[in-house]
């Protein structure tokens, strides 16, 4: 999604807003731009693609000034060109936006009847006329900026310089994240603190309807009525270095060999090392007493909410509903008097899921947040958090926050399980010893990754490619299947392996892949009557399964890839690394930009 970055300072600020805006280009971009205060006024450059075309353009045409806005655009409205690639200026106004201005249309057209002429095709242009719109009725330039803010209806984060040698950035959100940064005799304006991680860690998070000015020295901010409060100045958690890839050629890679110790970091929290029991502090109330459990999130991080229903129904025998959390709010959904949400989200900002959590807020259930961002959107808002310590996840595929979500959410059903008084002591414990050694399993995944290497061909050069699986490894059939769509572009489907010859066996041809996820359970003789289905018709299968399992496939399958025995709840957590392994090595050979995929963005921030 879009990413915004602000300096007020007393020296030049064109290098570091572009420093700031290779931080965010994590967060997915087509465009790019920068804005600068200088003699003249207000001078940009803008450019389409990457963030070195920018670069070159600010080589061709240098723009230096000591107070600037810079922007990475995620398009929404209008092609990704230079010209609606922001800042977007008018006279003496230039803005950034993130986030949709859903009133746009009625506002351009009042502004086309005085007489301001629109440049672009984005709904955020609106707001650099709106605020001279303002100027010109001789309003000094806050109030300017605060009248043209009241007028935005949708979601936003914007930085604004107004005025013509104004040291000044004028910042709003609502819906969107917006951090202010401290310095040493400068500010800083964030997306999040991420981008500002080598200029300072002190940060103050704007809260919903907040504006803030932001002057070389100080910041006043006000409230949603207008009200000049205070809001705490915080440590970010994020230094510059955890964000480097060190001896990895991309992020996805590294945080794929991080799991090991992301999974025993988050474990840690959630496990009391002496009674080697579940912990789960103030979640424990609200899992223990709700009538339902309602689990919503989006892309992976549904998926591990899907793997989370096997758990908590199973072994704590309390219902849980998934949703999708962009269905979830506009389907009329029943839900419990005396329920609890749990929405699992890695950025803790994506706009459907934050949306869901304030509809349950509304609806009076009780919400915990499963999120890797503490100092998110969702995490301020959540009756309770639980945290994934996966640290911060750069690459747009989802590893190393997936597996600790599913840590977090198979130790919680273990302990709610406990807590209903489905299982005893000794059985609760039993399960937790469980993971006792996941991070040595998952370090043993990780070491088929050559074995994934040498399928990885096979798969490039397929039509299509199937995943499979029974039970929870149904949904971690589909998370295979989604991490090989986004990074490699191929068509990836996951299904149920029962489910195939209701339909989609019809797409089975001589030579197609078929990822079957089957380890040693009660369900694998099933799963292997379905594999034979499959190569009966030509499919090439690739097994996925453990030591006791991999006899089973030796006739039938072209590789197996063996993971070791994988004890009560870990095995979806195990058996996810094989299939990030595949999809990060067949996007190598596809040459895909795998960090970065295309049309993708890390946190998105628009429904
Ligand atoms: O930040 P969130 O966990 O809320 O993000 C949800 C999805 O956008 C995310 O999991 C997405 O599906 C990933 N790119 C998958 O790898």
Redesign the pocket.
């Given at each position: 999604m879009c990413g915004i970055v602000g300096i007020v300072s007393n020296r030049p600020v064109r290098a570091r807003l572009v420093e700031g805006l290779i931080r965010l280009e994590y967060r997915g971009y087509d465009s790019a731009g920068i804005a600068v205060v200088n003699g003249q006024g207000i001078v940009r450059r803008r450019a389409p693609g990457k963030i070195l075309n920018l670069q070159s353009v600010l080589d061709d045409a240098p723009i230096d000034g000591t107070c600037g806005i810079a922007h990475t655009r995620w398009a929404t409205h209008g092609r990704p060109n230079t010209e609606n690639a922001h800042p977007h200026q008018t006279g003496n106004v230039a803005i950034v936006h993130n986030g949709i201005i859903e009133n746009f249309k009625p506002l351009r057209e009042e502004l086309a009847r005085s007489g301001h002429i629109f440049a672009t095709q984005t709904d955020s242009e609106v707001i650099a006329h709106l605020i001279q719109y303002h100027l010109d009725k001789d309003m000094d330039e806050e109030s300017a900026f605060l009248a043209s803010v009241d007028r935005l209806e949708g979601a936003y984060a914007v930085a604004a310089l107004v005025g013509d040698a104004n040291q000044t950035l004028y910042a709003a959100r609502h819906g969107s994240p917006l951090v202010v940064g401290f310095g040493d005799g400068e500010m800083f304006i964030g997306s999040d603190a991420f981008a500002l991680a080598p200029f300072t860690k002190r940060v103050l998070y704007l809260e919903e309807g907040d504006s803030a000015v932001v002057k070389i020295d100080a910041v006043c901010v006000r409230d949603n009525t207008g009200k000049p409060v205070e809001r705490q100045i915080q440590m970010a958690s994020i230094s510059a270095a955890m964000a480097e890839k060190g001896n990895y050629s991309h992020f996805m890679e590294k945080e794929i060999h991080e799991q090991p110790e992301a999974l025993a970091r988050t474990m840690a929290a959630y496990i009391d090392p002496q009674s080697e029991m579940p912990l789960l502090a103030e979640s424990a109330p609200l899992l223990e007493n709700a009538d339902r459990l309602v689990a919503i999130?989006?892309?992976?991080?549904?998926?591990a909410a899907s793997v989370a229903k096997y758990w908590f129904e199973s072994l704590a025998g309390v219902h849980v509903e998934t949703d999708i959390?962009s269905e979830f709010r506009y389907r009329t959904p029943a839900l419990p008097e005396n329920g609890t949400a749990l929405f699992?989200?890695?950025?803790?900002?994506?706009a459907d899921?934050l949306a869901a959590m304030r509809y349950c807020k509304r609806a009076g259930l009780n919400t915990i947040g499963v999120l890797?961002?503490p100092e998110s959107s969702i995490a301020r808002e959540t009756t309770a958090v639980m945290r994934t310590l996966a640290g911060p996840e750069i690459g747009?595929?989802?590893?190393k926050?997936?597996t600790a979500?599913l840590a977090v959410l198979a130790i919680s059903a273990i302990g709610t399980a406990q807590l209903r008084k489905k299982l005893n002591a000794v059985e609760a414990q039993r399960h937790i010893k469980a993971f006792e050694h996941l991070p040595e399993l998952v370090r043993q995944a990780i070491a088929t990754k050559e074995q994934c290497r040498t399928i990885a061909p096979t798969l490039a050069k397929a039509k299509q490619v199937f995943f499979i699986g029974r039970g929870v490894y149904y949904p971690l059939a589909l998370e295979g299947a989604?991490?090989l769509k986004?990074i490699t572009y191929l068509p990836a489907e996951g299904y149920a392996a029962g489910e195939l010859k209701h339909g989609p066996i019809a797409l089975i041809e001589e030579g197609t892949p078929v990822i079957v996820i089957a380890p040693s359970d009660p369900l694998m003789e099933k799963t292997i009557s379905n594999v034979e289905e499959m190569a009966a018709r030509g499919a090439k299968i690739i097994a996925i399964t453990d030591e006791a399992g991999a006899p089973q496939f030796e006739a039938r399958a072209e590789h197996t890839i063996v993971l070791p025995d994988m004890p009560g709840l870990t095995g979806p957590i195990v058996a996810a690394i094989p299939l990030q392994l595949l999809a990060y090595y067949t996007a190598l050979e596809l040459g895909t930009n795998l960090d970065q995929p295309r049309n993708?963005?890390?946190?998105?921030t628009v429904e």
């Open positions: 999130a989006c892309g992976t991080a549904y998926l959390a699992i989200s890695q950025s803790g900002e994506t899921t890797n961002a747009v595929a989802s590893t926050a997936f979500q989604l991490k986004e993708l963005a890390k946190s998105v």
